[in-house]
């Protein structure tokens, strides 16, 4: 009965959301805040991930491939096949998956926390007193702000991805460049790109929304912030996971 009245509230939360802005130029101002908060200052950590996880998964690929054919030799095993499995899996799942699911720890906690401290704090309830709807005044730009950047951030993921799988092969001398490359190209299927943007559109909202709705439902003093962060974290992950299986029934 909890989870239903969760999700009403989600609902009715969100319904706030979405109305008009009450000042245009403070609502662009902190729009452009929040896109450099969450789009600006994510790009290294995501260039870290992307770069280390394209080079574990290139050459795990290799080992387990040349491991299980266990008919050809490996010289003369067709090492182009690891290029065809990186570049889907980044596409598919590495990038839009894993991307969201480090980002829901660095954002999500931010904004529940963020959000939370206002609300402890007094902020909120002084916007309501104003006549300011604040549920909109504090999350809008936020959401907006996380639809824009974070599909920006799984694009170059999937780039870094790559890069960081080719640089393994050269570095390990487990394959040539053009081995690799061919395998990339060979794999590459246009709709997979567009299963990759409908995943990091809802994955973003995902992020955002509940983080936000996490952090302006909450209730006590400086330990309960804290709890919200955890707690928008741990839910925004799950739903990342349930949201990804359906997302693959439906569009592959």
Known sequence: MNLFSEIGRYIIFMKYVF??????RVFWSMLTREMNLIGIESLVVVILIA????????????????????????????MEIVGSVVGSSSILEIAPTITCLVLAGKIGASIASEIGNMRVSEQIDAYE?????????????????????????ILVSVFLLMVGGLIA????????????????????????VNVLLVKGYIFSFIITSMSAFQGY?????????????????????????AFD???AKLLL
């Open 129 to 153: 007193v104003m006549g300011i709807n604040s549920i909109g005044f504090v999350s809008l730009p936020k959401i907006l702000a996380g639809v824009i950047m974070i599909p920006c951030l």
């Open 217 to 241: 439902y909450t209730k006590g003093g400086a330990l309960e912030v804290g709890e919200a962060g955890t707690k928008a974290v741990t839910r925004i992950c799950v739903a990342i996971l």
């Open 169 to 192: 092969a050269k570095l390990t001398g487990i394959m040539t460049m053009d081995q690799y490359v061919t395998g990339l190209r060979s794999s590459f299927v246009p709709h997979y």
């Open 245 to 247: 299986l359906i997302i």
């Open 51 to 78: 770069l280390i996880t394209g080079a574990v998964t290139t050459v795990q690929t290799a080992s387990q491939l040349a491991s299980d054919s266990g008919v050809l030799p490996p010289s003369l095993f067709p």
């Open 19 to 24: 109305k008009r802005p009450e000042r245009g």
